[in-house]
């Protein structure tokens, strides 16, 4: 997370409500309010017990850490420490629990409606995810069962429509020149021959080729490579320079399952990955047997927080 819980959060001046409650030993449950009945699963908890930890509070949980919320108001963990650590710590630990259960718990019904359907692939998130908070939503998607997906630009080698935008007006993408990527750049020369380490362009009749060809090399070889494509055509291009992922993007059911298809019989060993508006009503529609991800912006963009509430005891 980017602060430190909770005081840089929640109190960056002394709050005189919390210091008139003191030191005095203090026990407090922690509850969850109603999360089991929309098949709400527990995720944060790490995190919430590091605000805690902070304030000198201990926590005892009671619902572990990926498991299904009980229906109803229900006890999910007990917090122990001085009154104004608890205090203090509260609301900062709510939230992140709040948050980070609901994200695991809409990864969890998609992945439940993809098994239902008989599909065994890859439900995965996106970096779609709250600015200085995406490491706990990462977390909280792995937690209910999906895929976090890269962690950041650098997690993955991924060409979009917007990199080949910039290609094209810099003169196009067989002129792409030198990449600079980790503060060095790499020289590209194409050529018809594919001699004497000159990519074989003039063989593969592929502008993609010269791109792919370049990052990778600037990327090294421990990273995989990805492209974002639009149509059938452009998947077929992109497989054929190399790329080891397709990233089929927007496209309707129809044209999507379709474009796998081609993908599939002519680079079987190529990632096939479905992105761009899905949501849980219109999961199936994009699952097949020649798709090996879904990656879903709306498990983080769009999942509904879960409420927790905190109740001190009487000494």
């Excluded at 122990?80 to 695991?104: D, K, Q, T, Y």
């Excluded at 290609?167 to 018809?192: D, F, I, M, R, S």
């Excluded at 990778?216 to 990273?223: S, Y």
Aim: glycine content about 18%; charged content about 15%.
């Amino acid at each position: 997370m980017c602060q430190s819980p909770p005081d840089a959060t929640d109190a960056p001046w002394p709050d005189a409500a919390v210091a008139a409650a003191g030191d005095a030993a203090t026990r407090a449950q922690l509850l969850s309010k109603g999360g089991g009945g929309s098949g709400g699963v527990l995720a944060g908890a790490p995190f919430a017990e590091a605000v805690f930890g902070v304030s000198g509070c201990r926590v005892t949980w009671r619902v572990p850490e990926g498991a299904a919320l009980p229906p109803g108001r229900a006890l999910v963990a007990e917090v122990e420490g001085p009154a104004a650590g608890v205090l203090g710590g509260e609301r900062v630990a709510l939230n992140i629990l709040g948050r980070c259960s609901g994200v695991a718990s809409m990864a969890a019904r998609a992945v439940g409606v993809a098994r239902a359907q008989g599909w065994a692939g890859v439900v995965g998130g996106t970096r779609k995810t709250t600015p200085g908070f995406r490491l706990a939503e990462k977390y909280a998607l792995g937690v209910g069962g999906a895929d976090p997906h890269r962690g950041g630009l650098g997690g993955l080698l991924l060409l979009k429509d917007n990199h080949r935008a910039l290609a094209a007006a810099a003169g196009g993408l067989e002129q792409v020149g030198t990449p600079k990527l980790g503060g060095w750049g790499v020289g590209l020369e194409l050529g018809a021959s594919g001699c004497g380490g000159t990519p074989e362009f003039g063989r593969w009749g592929n502008p993609s080729f010269a791109m792919i060809w370049g990052v990778r090399r600037a990327g090294g070889f421990t990273r995989r490579l990805g492209v974002e494509c639009s149509t059938a055509a452009e998947a077929l291009a992109a497989a054929g320079a190399g790329a080891d992922i397709v990233l089929l993007d927007n496209l309707a059911p129809q044209e999507l399952h379709a474009a796998a298809a081609q993908v599939k019989a002519a680079h079987p060993g190529v990632t096939v990955e479905a992105s761009g508006g899905i949501v849980l009503g219109t999961l199936p529609q994009f699952l097949g047997p020649h798709i090996d991800v879904v990656s879903m912006g709306c498990l983080t963009h769009s999942a509904p927080a879960l409420d927790f509430a905190l109740r001190v005891l009487e000494p």
